[in-house]
């Protein structure tokens, strides 16, 4: 999901969707182009795709980070992208891909499943950030000259998408926060960076070190988030952003503070 300046909206590619503007789509294995969107792409994996596919393949957060992403920061941002790594073969497919389709279907990335629609944040100099989304398929698919109707909210609902999205969003509203240098001289390989990364997407080693270190003496965390974040690996991701707006950006949070 990217954030939209308001000044660019009018140039992105695809046509705006609004909340009851209707689309024509549908995939399906006897279409000619079956599984070609899975080939030659970047794919951005967002912390809620990464907590779904480590736990769909019984991988740990630092396996899976290890074996099937690249970490990339690219030059004028502050945090890193993180991208699924494609197989080494000359169509760079996709990793789970099999003559079948996905083998990781029920817990496919965000951006598959929101797929042909395209969704951002467009952040105003006020107010909440707006979603946006924008029907986007590529010259090859196929797909879009099927008649099946959909809007928003019933893709969504057919791809089993509402969640994926909603925790995105969250996601990019903190990545947003990170337009501006949090690090100072430290720069962005410096032991915060490090930290804030393993808040974000890696939920495995945030809640060792929640729970192993010293964390719980220099932080009040209720009870009850203690319960929630030790056994769920959703509601530590949520307190990994909470951590992150606290420590790197002096915002406040309900679910942890300063003793």
């Known amino acids: 999901m990217k954030s939209v300046d308001p000044d660019d909206i009018e140039d992105i590619p695809g046509i705006r969707l609004k909340k009851n503007d209707a689309f024509c789509f549908e995939c399906r294995p006897d279409l000619a ?5 899975c080939r030659n792409l970047n794919l951005f994996l967002y912390p809620y795709d990464v907590i779904r596919l480590k736990n769909n393949l019984g991988l740990s957060s630092d396996e899976f980070i290890d074996r099937h992403t690249d970490v990339v920061l690219r030059p004028g941002q502050h945090f890193p992208d993180v991208l699924l790594r494609m197989a080494d073969n000359d169509q760079a497919t996709c990793p789970y891909l099999t003559e079948q389709g996905c083998s990781v279907y029920p817990d496919r990335p965000d951006t598959c499943r929101t797929f042909p629609v ?10 909440k950030p707006e979603p946006v989304h924008f029907f986007r398929p590529p010259d090859f ?16 609902k057919d791809q ?8 995105t969003v969250l996601w990019s509203e903190v990545r947003h926060l990170f337009m501006n240098d949090p690090w100072g001289m430290e720069g962005p390989s410096g032991q915060r960076a490090k930290m804030a990364f393993m808040a974000a997407y890696n939920v495995d080693r945030f809640r060792s070190f929640i729970f192993e270190s010293s964390f719980l003496k220099r932080y009040k965390v ?15 991701m949520k307190f990994g ?6 420590t790197l950006f002096g915002l406040p949070s309900s679910l942890l503070r300063l003793r």
């Open 33 to 37: 182009c079956f599984n070609l969107c």
């Open 118 to 127: 395209e969704q951002g944040l467009l952040f105003k100099s006020q107010g």
């Open 141 to 156: 698919c196929l797909g879009k000259n099927e008649s099946r109707t959909f809007t928003l909210d019933t893709w969504a």
């Open 160 to 167: 089993d998408a509402a969640t994926y999205n909603s925790m």
């Open 222 to 236: 209720k009870s009850d988030v203690q319960a929630r974040i030790r056994k769920n690996d959703t509601e530590l």
């Open 241 to 246: 952003f909470a951590f992150i707006r606290v």
